[in-house]
């Protein structure tokens, strides 16, 4: 059974150029910052706005900027989840005038910044008919639990990795499984993680949920009988512990323990 993580590819590149007097900016100009928390945080805000071309300028010295700049970008596409795995490639370079620099990045998403609008406007709607304000945190994440496995079926052609595609489809990977449901997990007010991992199939992606203080496992993905049954809904890997887990998944990054 196949249940891959369509893994993004991030294409990196750099360029610098001591630019002199020469150095214009464009039309718009980009803001100017002296840190590197403060160029890391304007960065993040293009970023979640979907922008195809995002810009800044830091003024702290060239040096320092291109010491850090790579564990800068990784801390930026870190900041969010959503983001993290809708961002398909990007290109940077780094633009130098004495003790300036003017970083750029192009950037390729997966999912346009309209579809990621239609998928919150869908999942709206959704969350109206399906939580009630008298719902326990763990009767909404069942629900959207089983509105995912009622609604979407696993794509066996691996081609299908967003929420939109989930939605607009009714298919998607692993991927687009965690992703809709971390989409629809954080508006229904459940703090939520995607976990990034491994199967005995290869790479996989699934969700954590915080319930009061205790964090969670929750694979959706796996929970979605293969072929697709209508109707059929399965709970064995939801809400589980890290020693439940681990019989049959492993992560490669430190998550918060789930008892």
């Known amino acids: 059974m196949s249940r891959l993580l369509a ?17 214009r900016y464009s039309p718009a100009k980009p803001n100017a910052h002296a ?82 609008k ?39 052609s691996l081609q299908r990795y967003t929420a939109y595609e989930a939605l607009t489809t009714g298919l998607a990977v692993c991927q687009g499984y965690s992703l809709l449901a971390h989409r629809m997990l954080k508006a229904a007010g459940i703090n939520t993680l995607i976990i990034e991992g491994k199967v005995d199939t290869g790479n996989h992606v699934w969700n954590m949920v915080k319930l009061g203080s205790k964090w969670k496992h929750l694979d959706i993905t796996w929970d979605d009988p293969l072929p697709d049954r209508p109707g059929t809904v399965s709970y064995d890997y939801f809400l589980k512990s890290d020693k439940e887990m681990k019989e049959d998944h492993a992560w490669v990054k430190p998550y918060p323990v789930a008892d």
């Open 7 to 23: 893994r993004v590819g991030l294409i990196l590149a750099i360029l610098v150029s001591g630019l002199g007097a020469d150095f």
């Open 35 to 116: 840190t590197l928390e403060a160029l890391k945080l304007d960065l993040i805000e293009q970023l979640l706005a979907q922008k195809p071309v995002i810009q800044a300028v830091y003024t702290g010295g060239d040096d320092e900027l291109k010491s850090s700049l790579d564990d800068l970008l990784r801390d930026v596409l870190a900041a969010d989840d959503y983001m993290a795995y809708i961002v398909d490639s990007y290109l940077y370079t780094i633009r130098t005038w004495g003790p300036n620099a003017r970083i750029k990045l192009s950037v390729r998403y997966r999912e346009s910044l309209q579809q990621t």
């Open 118 to 156: 239609q998928v919150d406007a869908r999942i709206i709607e959704t969350l109206r008919t399906i939580i009630k304000p008298t719902m326990s945190e763990r009767s909404k994440v069942k629900a959207i639990h089983d509105w995912i496995v009622g609604n979407v079926a696993y794509d066996s």
